[in-house]
């Protein structure tokens, strides 16, 4: 009898396990959970530092239908800039009322020949519809997956998904500007632009580290880490 209490408590541990494992954002405990943006953190508490997974929330009954309201996004955004396309969020930063909702969104613009460069959202798969012009997007899998590479030309209309934490990336193969929209599971994705993150990261990343790892030069290594790495968000 204690070998199925065992048995069947250790499989409740791995269930409940499985359930944080596999969620992305916490969900909501109430109807909505309006985002208090200017609350410091962390909150000092009987002399502890209390931080925040997310944001604080304020008064439901304080709450107005503009903490729920983002206006613009019909606004072409400049694409003229290093790499052609400029990306407009939506997340709970913009948009208070989208807290512990697990859900944001975000505008592209692409210029002719515009890239939105390879990075990945560790907190967030991505869906994205293609509003004008025509893109030519596509993922790389894990280590694991032996980093296949999945990739498709879509056009009007067309939908495409990126799952959760993968390195992917948009590429406007048309001489006209393009547009899309994308939806992601989290009111916070994230992102880290591949780039930017390993030749422009603060301090630099040991050149011989890079050097090793890429099979270049340390020359060549000491040149990208030089440039200058923008950031389209």
Known sequence: MKGVHFLLSTLAILAFATFL??????????????????????????????????KFCKDPKLANANDFFLSGFQIPRSTQNPVGSTVTPANVDQIAGLNTLGISLARIDFGPNGL????T??????????????????????????????????NKGDVFVFPIGL??????????????????????????????????SKPPINPEVLAKAFKVDNKVVNYLQKQFWYNNS
């Open 21 to 54: 494992a596999s969620a992305s954002d916490p969900s909501p405990l109430q109807d909505f959970c309006v985002a208090i943006n200017d609350t410091k953190s962390p909150v000092i508490l009987n002399g502890i530092a209390v931080f925040v997974n997310g």
């Open 167 to 200: 390195i992917h990336f948009q590429l406007n193969v048309g001489h006209v500007n393009a547009v899309a929209l994308a939806a992601l599971s989290s009111q916070n994705p994230g992102v880290i632009t591949i780039a930017n993150a390993v030749f422009g």
């Open 116 to 119: 939105n460069p390879p990075h």
């Open 121 to 154: 959202h560790p907190r967030g798969t991505e869906i994205l519809v293609v509003l004008e012009g025509t893109l030519y997007v596509g993922f790389v899998t894990s280590n694991g997956d032996g980093n296949r590479l999945f990739t498709k030309v879509l």
